[in-house]
């Protein structure tokens, strides 16, 4: 596979006809009927990501369904072993089951493959990459065909960490979450509209994609509960994926995840303990420049990121940054963290990892 997007003079005959500058590459999205799939398709458009040729990709109940790009129908097809010939860029998005049965086929026909599944993440030969904060750990160009994208939640925690752990080593991480229904997928993110109108006419409603009442209300993560530990899935995800992107195996992190009524857009408030103290304006100064992040910290308006101002924005807002006055040490600071979890906690992390694959 060869995502060289600008071939080199140097490879041909000085009579030879000029190639394009750009060649357009043959993308397959599996998965392409969710709520993340939908994302990945819009990125593609958006970004001018060079597609030559777009395959959709989802289970037989969704082929034949149609689905616009660039102002054309695309016809989705079935998933099967010989949807890759021919593919150069594949993003996964149809859950670890999907990723560990196909995603090495793609591979091995030639595909980069890009998961957002957790079948890869924490495989110790596959990057785990936010190339914001760890682009240097993407494959050299030729010597590796997946790269895995993080869990949502870890991904956009850590565009804030990173920046701030160039500048002063972590040591600690303790979070608390209120992640939006655009976590469990598009059928969630319509219970949770579906939901709130029920229960505004005062009508009963039977949750049919998550186990608890979504409208006016918030539970914890249902992802299984591991009674050894007390953590849920979720939970350990981000703890595991947290150390291997900030290359910090050693890092404590201690956290709970939790469902809130809000339709996309994942918030979190992060205390972070540092080796050495880090005053809070410089925090700041680090994230008002770190790329992908937007500062927003007006105290005197008492404005700091919300999930409204987060939804479809690619940056990730960062503020509320203060001192952590539990922490005598003065290593401590507290922020509030909220992105957009269908675009940097998926798709658009996703796109970014294949545009910088094709950038070497």
Same mark, same amino acid.
Not at 88 to 115: H, K, Q
Not at 326 to 344: E, I
């Given at each position: 596979?060869?995502?060289?997007?600008?071939?080199?003079?140097?490879?041909?005959?000085?009579? %030879?006809?000029?190639?394009?500058?750009?060649?357009?590459?043959?993308? @397959?999205?599996?998965?392409?009927?969710?709520?993340?799939?939908?994302?990945?398709?819009?990125?593609?458009?958006?970004?001018?990501?060079?597609?030559?040729?777009?395959?959709?990709?989802? !289970?037989?109940? !969704? /082929?034949?369904?149609?689905?616009?790009?660039?102002?054309?129908?695309?016809?989705?097809?079935?998933?099967?072993?010989?949807?890759?010939?021919?593919?150069?860029?594949?993003?996964?998005?149809?859950?670890?089951?999907?990723?560990?049965?196909?995603?090495?086929?793609?591979? *091995?026909?030639?595909?980069?493959?890009?998961? $957002?599944?957790?079948?890869?993440?924490?495989?110790?030969?596959?990057?785990?990459?936010?190339?914001?904060?760890?682009?240097?750990?993407?494959?050299?160009?030729?010597?590796?065909?997946?790269?895995?994208?993080?869990?949502?939640?870890?991904?956009?925690?850590?565009?804030?960490?990173?920046?701030?752990?160039?500048?002063?080593?972590?040591?600690?991480?303790? *979070? /608390?979450?209120?992640?939006?229904?655009?976590?469990?997928? @598009?059928? *969630?993110?319509?219970?949770?509209?579906?939901?709130?109108?029920?229960?505004?006419?005062?009508? !009963?409603?039977?949750?049919?994609?998550?186990?608890?009442?979504?409208?006016? $209300?918030?539970?914890?993560?249902?992802? /299984?509960?591991?009674? *050894?530990?007390?953590?849920?899935?979720?939970?350990?995800?981000?703890?595991?994926?947290?150390?291997? #992107?900030?290359?910090?195996?050693?890092?404590?992190?201690?956290?709970?995840?939790?469902?809130?009524?809000?339709?996309?857009?994942? %918030?979190?408030?992060?205390?972070?303990?540092?080796?050495?103290?880090? @005053?809070?304006?410089?925090?700041?100064?680090?994230?008002?420049?770190?790329?992908?992040?937007?500062?927003?910290?007006?105290? %005197?308006?008492?404005?700091?990121?919300?999930?409204?101002?987060?939804?479809?924005?690619?940056?990730?807002?960062?503020?509320?940054?203060?001192?952590?006055? !539990?922490?005598?040490?003065?290593?401590?600071?507290?922020?509030?963290?909220?992105?957009?979890?269908?675009?940097?906690?998926?798709?658009?992390?996703? #796109?970014?990892?294949?545009? @910088?694959?094709?950038?070497?």
């Amino acid at each position: 596979m060869s995502l060289d997007l600008a071939p080199s003079p140097l490879a041909a005959p000085a009579d %030879a006809p000029a190639e394009p500058a750009r060649r357009g590459l043959t993308v @397959a999205i599996v998965g392409a009927t969710g709520a993340v799939g939908a994302e990945l398709i819009d990125q593609l458009e958006r970004r001018d990501f060079p597609v030559g040729e777009l395959r959709l990709l989802a !289970s037989p109940r !969704s /082929a034949g369904r149609s689905l616009a790009f660039k102002g054309r129908p695309v016809v989705v097809q079935a998933l099967d072993e010989d949807a890759f010939d021919g593919v150069d860029v594949a993003f996964f998005s149809a859950g670890a089951g999907v990723s560990r049965r196909f995603g090495p086929i793609a591979a *091995a026909r030639g595909a980069l493959v890009v998961d $957002n599944s957790s079948a890869f993440r924490m495989d110790e030969g596959t990057p785990l990459v936010v190339p914001e904060v760890n682009g240097q750990d993407l494959p050299a160009q030729g010597s590796g065909r997946l790269v895995a994208n993080p869990n949502c939640v870890t991904a956009v925690a850590v565009m804030a960490l990173g920046p701030l752990h160039r500048e002063v080593p972590i040591r600690r991480v303790i *979070a /608390a979450t209120y992640q939006a229904a655009s976590g469990a997928g @598009a059928a *969630a993110m319509e219970e949770l509209r579906a939901s709130t109108a029920a229960y505004l006419e005062g009508h !009963s409603f039977q949750p049919q994609v998550l186990k608890h009442p979504y409208a006016f $209300n918030l539970f914890s993560h249902d992802a /299984a509960v591991d009674p *050894a530990t007390g953590y849920n899935g979720e939970e350990a995800k981000v703890m595991d994926e947290l150390r291997k #992107i900030l290359g910090a195996p050693d890092l404590r992190v201690g956290i709970t995840c939790v469902r809130v009524p809000v339709l996309r857009a994942h %918030a979190m408030a992060l205390t972070v303990e540092f080796e050495s103290p880090l @005053a809070a304006e410089r925090a700041r100064e680090i994230l008002a420049d770190a790329p992908g992040v937007r500062l927003v910290d007006d105290v %005197a308006a008492n404005h700091f990121p919300m999930p409204n101002e987060a939804s479809g924005r690619d940056e990730v807002l960062v503020g509320r940054i203060r001192p952590d006055t !539990s922490d005598p040490t003065g290593c401590s600071l507290a922020l509030f963290v909220v992105g957009d979890q269908l675009l940097k906690g998926a798709a658009l992390n996703a #796109i970014q990892i294949a545009e @910088a694959m094709a950038e070497r």
